[in-house]
């Protein structure tokens, strides 16, 4: 998956969810189906959430969802809660997985309060030289890419892409074409 993060633009929820769903696609191509994160909340620190309540949440008529409902989601999908919240600043997938995931990381933040810019950008510098000298990209998506082979079509029945196509479809079935 391409980077997906627009800088102008934070991310809505809807999306969020499922750049999350693509990375937990099974080796078959699927993503988890609302009653799979619904069933997953039952074993996570937050509440448990019905598979309508997931519904909701994956085509945006849930318009005010709880922190509880957020990190149950989050939880259930093994993302930090927080990409969940509103706002581009949250928009970071990878960022907030090494801030979850490693002190070190945070302690490296801690540690960047109240230096100069100039001081930040040499830091940055001179992480992109160890990852350059570990072959590392110096270019890490905001969210990373899903598994390989997923994104793959899958065999069955192909999917129509417009509006336009379903009624042509249609119309072939009633005139028997």
């Known amino acids: 998956m391409a980077d997906t993060h627009d800088t102008e633009r ?12 693509r990375l937990r696609r099974d080796g078959d191509g ?4 609302a009653r799979d994160v619904s069933k997953a909340t039952r074993n996570g620190p937050g509440p448990t959430l019905s598979h309508s309540q997931v519904n909701s949440l994956f085509n945006g008529s849930s318009g ?3 922190a509880g409902t957020l990190g149950s989601v989050a939880s259930a999908l093994g993302a930090p809660a927080a990409f969940l919240l509103q706002g581009a600043e949250w928009d970071d997938l990878t960022a907030l997985g090494v801030f979850v995931a490693r002190p070190e990381a945070r302690e490296l933040l801690r540690l960047m309060h109240g230096l100069e810019v100039q001081d930040i950008l040499d830091t940055s510098s001179r992480l992109r030289e160890i990852r350059r000298r570990r072959g590392l990209s110096e270019d890490v998506p905001t969210i990373p890419p899903p598994p390989p082979g997923v994104d793959q079509p899958r065999e069955g029945r192909p999917r129509r892409r417009s509006l336009h196509e379903a009624a042509e479809r249609a119309a072939d079935y009633l005139e028997g074409r």
């Open 64 to 66: 005010n969802p709880t």
């Open 10 to 21: 934070a991310l809505s929820l809807p999306a969020k969810l499922l750049a999350l769903l």
């Open 30 to 33: 699927f993503t988890p189906s």
